[in-house]
């Protein structure tokens, strides 16, 4: 990986988009930032957003674009409108549905970089049972809390 050492642009409308779990549109990958961190755009139906799970090598930052959402981390909970922020830890299960009734927005920041290809992996390999998925989380170091579902951390 390269030294971060010139700016990390993603003028407004660019981006990689991957329908993975709703869509994605990629905004800096850690190529361009030496590892540094990654950066997407989650657009997110209402009622949705990913199962309990636990990321080992990042921790994520998420800003509120638009919409309502309840976040779930190591036993807390709170909700967050358009320009609210949270910054959830690598290694606690935790999860985020949009609750509000229309579709929500987040920008998501990883630290260091490299979550951000999972969304394309996914659209690229389209797994279809849950082991499939699983396994191509494993390979990003994800790992879906099985039997939690929807449930709060």
């Known amino acids: 990986m390269s030294k971060f050492s010139r700016a990390a642009v993603s003028p407004?409308?660019?981006?990689?988009?991957?329908?993975?779990?709703?869509?994605?549109?990629?905004?800096m990958m850690?190529?361009?930032?030496?590892?540094?961190?990654?950066?997407?755009?989650?657009?997110?139906?209402p009622g949705e957003g990913p199962p309990?799970?636990?990321?080992?090598?990042?921790?994520?930052?998420?800003?509120v674009l638009k919409g309502h959402f309840g976040f779930w981390c190591a036993g807390d909970y709170l909700e967050l409108t358009a320009g609210g922020?949270?910054?959830?830890?690598?290694?606690?299960p935790h999860r985020f549905e949009n609750i509000g009734s229309e579709?929500?927005?987040?920008?998501?920041?990883?630290t260091p970089g490299g979550f951000e290809s999972f969304f394309l992996m996914i659209e690229l390999c389209k797994p279809e049972?849950?082991?499939q998925i699983a396994t191509v989380a494993g390979e990003f170091g994800l790992t879906i809390i099985?039997?939690?579902?929807?449930?709060a951390a």
């Open 12 to 27: 407004a409308g660019h981006g990689t988009s991957a329908m993975a779990f709703g869509r994605h549109v990629i905004r």
């Open 30 to 45: 850690a190529a361009n930032t030496g590892g540094t961190f990654g950066m997407f755009e989650a657009f997110v139906a």
């Open 52 to 63: 309990l799970h636990v990321h080992e090598r990042e921790d994520e930052f998420f800003r």
């Open 85 to 92: 922020c949270i910054a959830l830890p690598r290694g606690i």
């Open 103 to 110: 579709e929500g927005a987040l920008m998501v920041v990883v």
């Open 129 to 131: 049972t849950p082991e």
């Open 146 to 151: 099985a039997g939690e579902g929807r449930q």
